[in-house]
């Protein structure tokens, strides 16, 4: 991620160049998870702060009572009512407990498995589980699986960043910056991090928007 190669094509974008200078490097280090630990993480943080939603997974771990994150057995062991008190709404017990069930039945792949899929087809694969949408996915493949190329145009911080770096009064729609996106490839994955940064430097008032282009 941000490789040398990845910024010389990405500053052929004068708004993603803006960007870039004004963000820096490239600091994207993706976790080394399996993937049916990071849609379980992915579920828990689903419509909650991040600190409530540690917390939460913190009692779901502790209350699993195993070394490292619970496997698909020991959650499926444990029942609905104990899930539910560590914090977890009904809906993402449901969704926890499918993701499980169908990761010890080999629908969720492993991380090796998951090498062997292209980012569509992983997609393909998973948005069917309870919970899972394409944009839960593309968090997957950015940041468990390292992916280089993916650009998550649904993503509201993606689009933020964009208006922000372009001078926009609004955001772009997802189609349409999925158009703009395609002459970052094959690195859209460094310039959606970028997005992302100038979205939240944005918010913090260190990020201007331009007089023009």
């Given at each position: 991620m941000g490789s040398p190669e990845?910024?010389?094509?990405?500053?052929?974008d004068p708004v993603l160049k803006r960007v870039i200078r004004r963000v820096g490097p490239c600091t994207l280090a993706p976790a080394r998870r399996q993937p049916y630990e990071a849609l379980v993480r992915a579920i828990a943080h689903q419509q909650v702060h991040g600190r409530a939603a540690e917390a939460i997974l913190g009692r779901f771990i502790a209350m699993c009572d195993c070394t490292g994150f619970p496997d698909p057995a020991t959650v499926l062991a444990r029942t609905p009512e104990a899930m539910r008190a560590c914090g977890l709404s009904a809906n993402?017990?449901?969704a926890i407990r499918d993701i499980a069930e169908k990761a010890a039945a080999g629908i969720v792949p492993t991380r090796a498995e998951a090498r062997r899929l292209s980012d569509e087809a992983l997609i393909e694969r998973l948005v069917p589980l309870r919970g899972v949408g394409r944009w839960t996915v593309e968090m997957l493949l950015i940041?468990?699986?390292?992916?280089?190329?993916?650009?998550?145009?649904?993503?509201?911080?993606?689009r933020e960043g964009w208006r922000v770096g372009a001078g926009l009064e609004e955001q772009p729609r997802p189609r349409a910056l999925g158009e703009i996106g395609q002459a970052w490839a094959p690195f859209r994955t460094t310039a959606a991090w970028y997005l992302w940064r100038a979205a939240d430097l944005a918010k913090e008032g260190g990020f201007k928007a331009p007089a023009a282009i």
């Open positions: 990845a910024l010389r094509h990405l500053r052929r993402k017990v449901l940041f468990t699986l390292g992916r280089p190329d993916v650009l998550p145009v649904d993503d509201y911080g993606v």
